[in-house]
């Protein structure tokens, strides 16, 4: 069991030392502006702050698979997500998104 325990342990830290040397260099700014203007994300990311968005190419799609993902599974995001890609044609924009209606945002599973 202690086996166990020490190669998740480390796992753990491979994978903490590995998302820091990712994370982008505005990244630091950007908690520092975030916890100045709101009182809940100076608690927050102090406790919580390891964590960063991974791109996914450009910013929008990066943001929409972080909205899409919020409070799901994975495989669950990934459905959704698909559903999202074909009701776009492929193609996920502010544009695209804006073009859907509320009925085609509902059944691609958004809420």
Known sequence: ???????????????????????PDYWEQACKELMKQDRILKKLIPKYGSGFLVTRGDPFNTLARAIVGQ?????AAQSVWE??????K??????????????ELRAAGLS
């Open 1 to 23: 069991m202690t086996a166990v325990k020490d190669k998740t342990a480390k796992a753990d830290k491979l994978e903490a030392s590995s998302l820091q040397d990712v994370a």
């Open 83 to 88: 559903k999202v890609l074909a009701a776009n």
């Open 90 to 103: 492929k193609k996920v924009t502010p544009n695209n998104i804006l073009a859907l209606s509320i009925e």
């Open 71 to 75: 409070q799901i599974s994975v495989a």
